[in-house]
């Protein structure tokens, strides 16, 4: 007998129960893969069209939620860092190739969109497109991935689990960056495995290379590629030296890729910067006295690309008391997370534990399209998608099945280290669908495992792994809840929650585009939820929204109709400050509010509180002037006068103001 037909008898022999030979009933049952100590080799039996059916499934699916994107407004309203990545292409367009800075986020997906608008026009389809077919292509690696480590039938298990997975799907019809990169790192595992098998330099050093590129995309895969070359270091089937070459040759490959990145980082940044400048701020956020099984940003920082490294430079300078270099604010965040970390070890423990919990949590935590929110909403084909609420028990069932199996130990290299970053930061659904092709592998693991225990009519060890995924389902599906504190609601992991700055996107971009109506009907939606996480912000949202529909009311010519606007914003205005929101602000809005509604005297109440909590705000002084003015009120307006000249010496709008009060 040949030695293809030896090793194809034993990867088929045990995966059947046809060829009628006995099992012990106290063995447990064993899946073919599970009784090899190396990875079989691939490609000498492959049926091409398999892969062929499944990337066309997968794009099928795809192709299918893409055009019910163009049913909803998310083919135009953007995340946060949709918006950021789209600037920052056309300024590259524009040519700005390599900007005279440090790149503050990983710059991989503003030059992919870069290439494609310079290629196919800026419009909305062809990025979406793009990702749609790389997705599908993720979905057929991932099968060959669960064949080469498991067997046929794990890689089209897994692979058709992951044609369905619907959370990876909807980052791939949006703009995001996700389905990139998770194609590239399955490329990178791709040929690492072929590499490793087959004793391949040359496609060993294509796998790093490929694999820096998913580090430039995101940072966190940094310590994988690490890993990988130090498990390719380790004992084998092959010599000491030529594991040392292909380690040597997986790790230049990643270099190459990784290093012109950090070399211009860390120049511009003057001083040690590997990917992006916003590293030891995410650390930070993850691992600070706020935090807990959800990130804690400190007062003051902005959760918007636009804003938030200003605000990360101008807190870290405030709390080291001098200016600091872009790669030295990223120290200091990361300083001092480690030095909460260090100085309460009891709390950090508590907290990681906390963002484990929250890691396997079956609720997709929105960061940049809120998953739940669009399912509900918009399309309701989403529900017969699959999620982590399944996937979840049986992976973490499937990660002790596969313990023993040594293929597979890449595979929980790139998955643990990977989700170890993670709790080492903060957790989102975005940071976690990277890890979800792996935990699918370990998930159709434990799916072979209980149809080999059918096969063989092995009911105790099929009813044990029943009991035990059950058991996985109850910890994956429970509602994580956290209490109230320090004017943070109440959370609870479930329903509508964060459907409120979902609604609240929404009349942003309504406002940005002049449709009042429906900017007010989305935040009185978004005030419906049952638990908004921003109520001070979204009360002051919908009262200015209420009051600019009063004032456009009140312009055409009904009064009646803009004073109940006014009374409503009054209010909204209200409940943002019995949240402590933005006293200044509200109090000076309240003011327009109450002289508007004609209480003058409740006017100059709400201006003074805001001149008490701000007092050397420049434009609460000028508004308290006009304010004084239009009611006659000369004598005091001419004390804001001077308080107003003391703050902007020589303002001439200052003098006309006061020109023009008439005592009443």
């Known amino acids: ?355 484990l919990t929250v890691l396997w949590n079956a609720y997709e935590i929105p960061d940049s399209y809120h998953y739940a929110f669009v399912r509900e909403v918009f399309i309701a084909a989403f529900w017969g998608c699959l999620t982590l609420a399944l996937i979840g028990p049986l992976a973490i069932v499937g990660m002790v099945l596969v313990a023993s199996h040594k293929p597979a130990r890449p595979l929980y290299i790139v998955c643990f280290a990977y989700l170890a970053t993670i709790l080492l930061i903060y957790v989102r659904a975005r940071y976690r669908i990277p890890a979800i092709p792996f935990l699918i592998l370990f998930a159709a693991a434990t799916l072979d495992w209980m149809i080999t225990a059918v096969a063989l009519r092995h009911w105790s060890s099929l009813i044990a792994t029943g009991i035990a995924v059950c058991a996985a389902a109850a910890f994956v599906n429970h509602q994580y809840c956290e209490p109230a504190r320090d004017n943070i609601p109440a959370i609870c992991l479930s329903g509508d929650t964060f459907f409120d700055l979902e609604w609240m996107k929404l009349a942003e971009w309504d406002r940005d585009h002049n449709d009042l109506q429906h900017e007010r009907d989305h935040l009185e939606l978004a005030l419906r939820t049952s638990s908004p996480r921003g109520p001070g912000q979204l009360n002051f949202w919908f009262a200015d929204a209420e009051y600019r529909m009063g004032q456009s009311l009140q312009r055409s010519g009904q009064s009646d109709a803009a004073r109940t606007h006014y009374e409503s914003a009054e209010r909204a205005y209200q409940r943002a400050l019995g949240r402590k929101y933005r006293v200044a602000q509200v109090n000076n809005n309240l003011a327009l509010v109450y002289r508007d509604l004609g209480r003058e005297d409740r006017a100059v109440q709400a201006i003074d509180a805001a001149r008490q909590a701000q007092p050397s705000d420049p434009n609460i002084l000028r508004h308290g002037l006009r304010l004084n003015v239009d009611l006659g009120r000369c004598a005091e307006a001419r004390h804001w006068a001077d308080e107003l000249e003391k703050k902007v010496p020589g303002d001439h709008e200052t003098q006309q103001l006061l020109s023009r009060c008439v005592s009443r």
């Not at 398999?50 to 997968?58: C, Q, T, Y």
């Not at 135009?76 to 005279?100: F, R």
């Not at 496609?203 to 590129?213: D, I, S, Y």
């Open 1 to 355: 007998m040949g030695k293809k037909s030896r090793e194809k008898r034993q990867r088929i022999r045990p995966d059947s129960a046809a060829d009628g030979a006995a099992v012990p009933k106290h063995s447990a049952p064993q899946p073919a893969w599970l009784q090899e100590t190396v990875a079989p080799a691939a490609g000498a039996t492959t049926a091409w069209w398999i892969p062929i059916s499944i990337g066309l499934v997968a794009f099928a699916v795809r192709g299918f939620f893409l055009s019910q994107v163009s049913h909803t407004p998310y083919l135009e309203v953007d995340n946060i860092d949709a918006k950021g990545y789209q600037v920052w292409a056309n300024q590259i367009l524009g040519g700005e190739w390599l900007p005279h800075r440090h790149f503050y986020q990983s710059p991989l997906y503003a030059y992919y969109l870069a290439i494609v608008y310079a290629l196919f026009g800026s419009g909305p389809w062809a990025p979406r497109l793009i990702q749609i077919v790389a997705g599908s292509g993720s979905v057929v690696l991932l099968y060959f991935i669960g064949r080469r480590l498991f067997s046929q039938r794990v890689g089209i298990i897994a692979a058709l689990m992951m044609a369905i997975y619907g959370p990876m799907v909807i980052e791939e019809i949006m703009l995001a960056k996700t389905s990139l990169v998770i194609f590239s790192v399955l490329v990178a595992l791709t040929l690492y495995l072929r590499a490793l098998s087959r004793d391949d330099v040359l496609t060993m050093f294509t796998a790093g290379a490929v694999f820096g590129l998913s580090v430039i995309g995101v940072g966190q895969w940094l310590v994988c590629w690490l890993l990988l070359v130090g498990y390719t270091l380790l004992p084998s089937q092959l010599a000491t030296a030529r594991r040392s070459i292909l380690a040597a040759a997986f790790l230049a490959g990643g270099v190459i890729f990784i290093a012109p990145i950090a070399a211009w980082n860390s120049y511009w940044g003057s001083g040690l910067m590997l990917t992006s400048g916003d590293a030891g701020l995410n650390a930070f956020v993850g691992n600070n006295p706020l935090a807990t099984g959800l990130p804690g940003r400190p007062a003051n920082l902005r959760d918007v690309p636009e804003f938030e490294e200003a605000d990360s430079k101008n807190l870290a300078e405030r709390d080291a008391g001098h200016s600091l270099t872009p790669a030295g604010v990223s120290a200091h965040w990361s300083h001092r997370a480690l030095s909460w970390a260090l100085e309460n070890p009891s709390a950090f423990v508590t907290t990681t534990l906390q963002k």
